[in-house]
């Protein structure tokens, strides 16, 4: 299925990347209201009035990987950090094309995920992804599969690159604006 995990036992970055449909509006919605509250600023009842689609998972997301650490033993916490993002771009590159005409793309979101360090962050993500009802494509729905993980790698190459490299980036934002420089940091 496209369901992506990077990174091996000896990175401690991970980035998983989830293809697949948002759950309708109505029942994102419903789930996000359901979900636990964080914080003391959160408000119930929800206002979703001027929010779209995306703002609402954004808010069952919120909530959901957040209650789902803080329900974690205490010994399978760690002092890592995590980012997600919903990408939805203004049209799916062509190694995205699905096989069969089906579902409308209106829905179709990337989920990609990034932690460094955390031993329940896959478990995470899946609990994520169920309890947003997130409907995962299967792998035989790509007209061509290898092509979609190969440009799928690309992206998390890119997602995480701030994370692992700081320095490349901040050498290629030198270069963008014509510096030249000489690097002797250690």
């Known amino acids: 299925m496209a369901w992506i995990d990077t990174g091996d ?21 419903r789930l996000a209201e359901a979900e ?19 703002s609402v998972y954004e808010t069952l997301a919120f909530h959901a990987r957040g209650n789902y650490c803080r329900h ?3 010994n399978r916490k760690t002092p890592g950090w995590s980012e997600a993002w919903l990408l939805k771009p203004e049209e799916w590159p062509t190694e995205f094309r699905l096989g069969a005409e089906g579902a409308s793309e209106d829905r179709r979101r ?3 995920t990034l932690h460094e360090a955390c031993p329940s962050g896959a478990k ?16 035989e729905a790509y007209s061509d599969y290898e092509a979609f993980v190969r440009r799928i790698l690309q992206l998390a190459e890119d997602v995480s690159m701030p994370f692992r490299a700081p320095c490349i980036v901040a050498e290629e934002q030198m ?7 000489r690097t002797f940091g250690r």
């Open 124 to 139: 995470c993500v899946q609990n994520l992804v169920k309890k947003s009802r997130i409907t995962v494509i299967p792998q």
């Open 36 to 54: 636990p509250l964080l914080g003391p600023c959160d408000r119930r009842p929800f206002r979703w009035e001027g929010h779209d689609l995306d």
């Open 110 to 112: 990337l989920l990609v």
């Open 175 to 181: 270069r963008a604006q014509g510096y030249d420089y």
């Open 72 to 74: 974690l033993p205490r």
């Open 9 to 29: 036992c000896y990175d401690p970055i991970r980035v998983h990347l989830v293809d697949g449909y948002l759950a309708r509006r109505n029942t994102l919605e």
